[in-house]
């Protein structure tokens, strides 16, 4: 999956809980992205990031949250105020700073489920 | 909101077959690009054509563009059963604004 790696493959919370999810690159890309995927449906963007120390939020970042605070880390931690969190979270990354213009790599995915 | 919108939903083909794809959008694009993902896996890049080519190739995958109808079609000729994943198109006008379509679900029987 083109060297980003997202751990854990599966998560269960319980309802109330934060759960963070792990995503990491060793590509050396400046940007990286967050989605969330929905039985038969496309991606949506939760969070992106362009540069360390900087993040904008993207369509659905209610009840999201994340930090950039290497360049190859971008966690995602999905808190007690997202009603319905179950999906399946996908991380991203691309070299140039607008993917529109450039190929996102995706890392494996976490399905998150709540319990 | 989606942007792009593929059709048909599913699809399936005996192996050999070709399949046929197509994505409509709404709005301009800079570029479209399509994507594969296999169940339960991360998206792969499959190709980008950018809103000035009519045409591109890859291996036995052939995507067209007609920006006039806003659509995009993705050829796969003789396909196999490890073509078997669901195939999204993305559209980007600028910046970080990538929009995926729904998919879709491509079986290849043996």
């Known amino acids: 999956d083109g060297g980003i790696t997202q751990s854990p493959k599966y998560l269960f919370r319980k309802e109330g809980q934060n759960v963070t999810l792990s995503c990491e690159q060793n590509?050396?890309?400046?940007?990286m992205y967050w989605y969330r995927q929905d039985p038969g449906q496309g991606l949506r963007l939760i969070y992106y990031?362009?540069?360390?120390?900087?993040?904008q939020k993207g369509d659905i970042a209610e009840g999201y949250s994340v930090s950039r605070e290497k360049k190859e880390s971008f966690p995602l931690t999905v808190t007690s105020a997202q009603k319905n969190p179950t999906a399946f979270y996908l991380c991203?990354?691309?070299?140039?700073?607008?993917?529109?213009?450039?190929?996102?790599?995706f890392g494996p995915g976490t399905r998150l489920t709540v319990l | 909101s989606q942007q792009g919108e593929e059709d048909p939903q599913a699809l399936s083909i005996q192996e050999g077959e070709n399949a046929t794809m197509n994505c409509s959008y709404k709005?301009?694009?800079?570029?479209l690009q399509w994507y594969r993902q296999n169940s339960g896996r991360g998206l792969v890049h499959l190709i980008l054509?950018?809103?000035?080519?009519r045409e591109k190739h890859s291996g036995r995958l052939r995507v067209t563009l007609d920006t006039s109808k806003k659509s995009s079609s993705l050829l796969i000729t003789a396909s196999r059963a490890a073509d078997t994943a669901s195939y999204f198109c993305?559209?980007?006008?600028?910046?970080?604004?990538?929009?995926f379509g729904a998919g879709t679900r491509l079986t290849v029987k043996p």
């Open positions: 590509l050396n890309h400046d940007a």
């Open positions: 990031s362009q540069i360390v120390n900087d993040f």
């Open positions: 993305a559209t980007a006008l600028r910046g970080y604004d990538m929009r």
């Open positions: 991203a990354s691309s070299m140039r700073r607008e993917p529109s213009t450039d190929t996102q790599y």
């Open positions: 054509i950018r809103s000035n080519e």
């Open positions: 709005t301009s694009i800079n570029n």
